[in-house]
């Protein structure tokens, strides 16, 4: 789970990782109870990409 300050993609992480789940599920597809486990294990790398990504998809953003 995210540490520290939580930032504007840590809720769009937990719910893309929660949509897929869900999405997969409603279309028969076998969702292993590792899958969270593997989550929990690989979210401060995708968190970590994130931060690195964070400036440049800020500045694309609207003022």
């Not at 593997?38 to 500045?59: S, V």
Request: aromatic share 10%.
């Amino acid at each position: 789970m995210p540490t520290g300050k939580v930032k504007w993609y840590d809720a769009d992480l937990d719910a893309a990782y929660a949509a897929a789940k869900q999405q997969a599920a409603a279309a028969g597809l076998p969702v292993p109870a590792e899958l969270d486990a593997l989550y929990q294990q690989y979210r401060p790398q995708l968190q970590a990409q994130f931060e690195a990504l964070a400036p440049q998809a800020q500045a694309l953003l609207p003022r």
